[in-house]
Each structure stands twice: as structure tokens, then as C-alpha cells.
């Protein structure tokens, strides 16, 4: 009996590892693809689309009267051939991205191109990158397939959303009255609405959420409408309007971090300065050195004179 159960034990074992390394040759871990590959690739796309696509340019010129000021995206046909396409309206940012944005082992900057169009001019200012705004939105792939949308007016911090995105929203105006429907909905009077193409590298790249119906490298299709923003926007009530926090001017907030080597070393992991009250860590609020007058303006000390104010200089 004990050699019987041991030669048993002895087969599953076998069964087993087989089972295992089998399992292990499968796998295959595909490296992420260059930048600037994807970058080339993804603009040659949305170019294409843009010179066969139209949008419904001649409703939002001279309104129905039941008109719901969506923009329907068509293909061009021989039907069509007269409507003006969209690579003729649309209007274009340049934004570098870093390769060390998505944790790519190469060490490049690449220059990624937004295309976004303003089917209706908001009657207000435009916010910033880092501004709290008042947005109903629409997200699709270039199939049209609808991955995320939200019908209602919804406020969204920017920074908090994709780069491609916050950039797209600040070239859009806002409204101006808010009026209350009777079935409990709300309108804003001359809100924005745009329209954003989005190559991956302003988006999610390689490694999108699970589950949402966006796969590796896609392009992202957003149509926006503007309501209101929060101007100067100070999310972490510090004092300072977040958009003052994105000290190298690149418009993406989460790489401006004063104090990231006195964070890890405390072991309360990475805080931008945009959603840190102490942006040097010096247990000194940053509110509680600057000075911001009666009228508001800021001024930024520098009591050791060494070229670095105090709320970002731990050692003053």
C-alpha cells in the first residue's frame, strides 16, 4: 500500500509540474511599442478620418428649432461630397510627452498633436488645464462605439482626467446663466460645445481600464459641452490656484512635485504640489508662507535670499 501511494504521489506531481511549465510557455509578455511609433501611426489615423468625416456644421449654423445641439460625426459619400470636412475646421495643439509618462524604458519626448473643433463658442472665458469645470460629455472610439458618456453637467477637477482631455477642454468657452427645467434638469445659457481627437499618448496608451471597451493605442473621440468653471481653481486649499503649481509650464500638474524625496523618505508616497498644502514638507502649510493681499495677488517670500521662496524651500 505505501508503494502504491507513493508511486500516486509521484504521478501527480509529474501531472502537475507538466501542467505548470505548459502553463508558463504560454505566456507571453508583449513589451510596449515605441512613442513615437504609436505617435506617427495614431495622427495618421485621425488625419484620414478627419479628411473623410463631416459633422453637422449646417445645424449648428442655422438651428432647427428642436434642435438638441449634439454633433453627429458622418462619412463623406458621393452623396455627401459637397460637405466640408472636418481636417478643414478643426483646430490643433502641439503637447510633448515624455515616454517616462507611461514607465517606457526609452527616454524620448514626443510631440503629439490634439485636434479639437468648437462647433458652438461658448459666451464665457475658457478655463485652464487645472481648472474645476462644469462638463456633460460624450467618449467614443473613431468606430463610433460610445465608451463613456454622461448626459448631465457633472464638475470635473481637469488634472484629474487624461491629458489630452483637461487640454482640449481649456479651448472651449463656458456659458453663463444656469435655468432650471421643470423636470428637475438644468440648462446653461451659450455653453460650449466641442469636439476633441485624442491619439494615445495623450490618452491611456497601453494600459487602459479594464472592462471600458478601449483597447491598447486607441484614439479617443470626446465631444464636450462647457457650462462653467471655477476660475483659479485652488484644489488643495493652500492659497496658491493650482494652475500656479504646474511650475514647468507643461500643462500636466502630476509632475511638478517639490518635495518628492522628503515624501519618500517620510513613506507617505508622491504628492504634486497641486493636492499638497505643504509643498516643501517643512511641516509649514504652504498658505502660511506666502502672502496674498486684500485684493487678492500673491506674493511668494524669500527670507534666506536664496533664489527659492519659502513655500517650496525647506530649509527656510
Known sequence: ???????????????????????????????????????????????????????????????????DYKIVLDTITSLTDDKIPLIDQVSTMTIPVSSETFNLDEDVTVNHTLYYLAAREGIGESPTVADSTFVAYEGQLLSGDIFDSNSTYTWQYLPFFLRGYAAGVSNFKVGGEIISNPDGTIEITGSGIGLMFIPSGLAYFN??????????YDI???????????????????????????????????????????????GFGFVPN?????????????RDEIVIDSEGNISFPDSDGDGIPDYLDADS
Open 220 to 266: 479617443l473621440v470626446f465631444q464636450v459641452n462647457t457650462g462653467l468653471f471655477i476660475e483659479a481653481t485652488d484644489y488643495d486649499n493652500d492659497g496658491i490656484p493650482s494652475i500656479m503649481e504646474d511650475l514647468n509650464n507643461n500643462g500636466n500638474l502630476s509632475d511638478d512635485n517639490t518635495d518628492a524625496s522628503a515624501e519618500l523618505s517620510s
Open 1 to 67: 500500500m505505501k508503494e502504491k501511494g507513493v508511486i500516486l504521489f509521484i504521478a501527480v506531481f509529474v501531472i502537475i509540474s507538466s501542467c505548470n511549465n505548459d502553463d508558463s510557455t504560454n505566456v507571453e509578455v508583449i513589451p510596449p511599442r515605441p512613442l513615437a511609433e504609436v505617435e506617427a501611426e495614431n495622427d495618421a489615423t485621425i488625419i484620414e478620418y478627419l479628411k473623410t468625416h463631416y459633422y453637422n456644421y449646417e445645424e449648428f449654423e442655422s438651428p432647427p428649432a428642436d434642435f
Open 207 to 216: 494600459n487602459p481600464p479594464l472592462g471600458s471597451g478601449i483597447f491598447n
Open 274 to 286: 497641486h493636492l499638497d498644502r505643504d509643498d516643501d514638507q517643512d511641516r509649514i502649510p504652504t
